[in-house]
Nanobody, 125 residues
Framework: QVQLVESGGGLVQAGGSLRLSCVAS????????MAWFRQAPGKAREFVAA????????YYAEPVKGRFTISRDNAKNTLYLQMNSLKLEDKAVYYC??????????????????WGQGTQVTVSS
């Protein structure tokens, strides 16, 4: 059994910050990519950021570059997403995801195997 649980979402004004956390239990995700996706109402789930186990390979979607930071604390089985300078368009449900086998792609929903329930991020003006 694999479980991913996100937390840290909430309501924040534009320009503010939030830190999302994702705690993994069950099968370890060590040595495999983990990622954050988000989905706004009426829109497809989109890639946000991904990180390798050691954090040596990191990717960001263009809309969040320079504002969001992904990191991992493997001793705590936790993935983080630090979100700064939040914009109205960042409002979405944010999902943590991982995989248990090697793959050559990092940016699609189908590239990952396990998903959390999501945490709501609301940005107000």
């Amino acid at each position: 059994q694999v479980q991913l649980v996100e937390s840290g979402g909430g309501l924040v004004q534009a320009g503010g910050s939030l830190r999302l956390s994702c705690v993994a239990s069950g099968r370890t995700f060590n040595n495999y990519m983990m990622a954050w996706f988000r989905q706004a109402p009426g829109k497809a789930r989109e890639f946000v950021a991904a990180s390798s186990w050691a954090g040596t390979t990191i990717y960001y979607a263009e809309p969040v570059k320079g504002r969001f930071t992904i990191s991992r604390d493997n001793a705590k089985n936790t993935l983080y997403l630090q979100m700064n300078s939040l914009k109205l368009e960042d409002k979405a449900v944010y999902y943590c995801t991982g995989r248990t086998r090697s793959r050559s792609s990092y940016f699609g929903v189908s590239d990952y195997d396990y998903w959390g329930q999501g945490t709501q991020v609301t940005v107000s003006s």
